[in-house]
T-cell receptor, first 112, second 113 residues
């Protein structure tokens, strides 16, 4: 099976812009979770989608949003970018949301 | 919610030595503990996991032990090789109905040839 794919792999934006990141889960997986990884804060959970519904949400401001499509592909959007949003954004999928998560390679976002 | 502490933050060993990374957790109801390896430029990859109904699990040179009473679990890598150099993360379930992992801060393992 193909693994989790994320596009784009690298992105450079300026403050105030918005950005959309995409994630395609492993075939048959219905749960997609998003994480932000930074040297200072480590791996932090953003939100989880299951069957097109947001099922869990982490402690991030409303500028961070996401959605999931009927084919389980997911997008996350960050509006009004801030310098502190520079990070590696990771997507992970799992069959039903429980237990093992399989991560994609991430999207490296740099905000200038 | 769950609190996961991971130690050490950096571990340097010689090729062939063993490496041990330890994590503690706070929620006694936690029942699933995965370990991930993250190489430079890649996402975390699951290397081994353990459930609360067993005390130890082994997969070739990698093993994980779990002490539910003390609320800690450890990753053991024997006969380390340079390709084992990476950042290793432990995780435990956050509280709540759905499984959302709380990750440790990571251990940078350096294996010197």
């Amino acid at each position: 099976k193909a693994g989790v794919t994320q596009t784009p792999r690298y992105l450079i934006k300026t403050r105030g812009q918005q950005v959309t990141l995409s994630c395609s889960p492993i075939s048959g997986h219905r749960s997609v979770s998003w994480y932000q990884q930074t040297p200072g804060q480590g791996l932090q959970f953003l939100f989880e989608y299951f069957s097109e519904t947001q099922r869990n949400k982490g402690n991030f401001p409303g500028r961070f949003s996401g959605r999931q499509f009927s084919n389980s592909r997911s997008e996350m959007n960050v509006s009004t970018l801030e310098l502190g949003d520079s990070a590696l954004y990771l997507c992970a999928s799992s069959p039903g949301g429980a237990d093992t998560q399989y991560f994609g390679p991430g999207t490296r976002l740099t905000v200038l | 919610g769950e609190n996961v502490e991971q130690h050490p933050s950096t571990l340097s060993v010689q090729e062939g030595d063993s490496a041990v990374i330890k994590c503690t957790y706070s929620d006694s109801a936690s029942n699933y503990f995965p370990w991930y390896k993250q190489e430079l430029g890649k996402g975390p990859q699951l290397i081994i996991d353990i459930r609360s109904n067993v005390g130890e699990k082994k997969d070739q040179r990698i093993a994980v032990t779990l002490n539910k009473t003390a609320k800690h679990f450890s990753l053991h890598i024997t006969e380390t090789q340079p390709e084992d150099s990476a950042v290793y993360f432990c995780a435990a379930p956050s509280s709540g109905g759905s499984y959302i992992p709380t990750f440790g801060r990571g251990t940078s393992l350096i294996v010197h040839p």
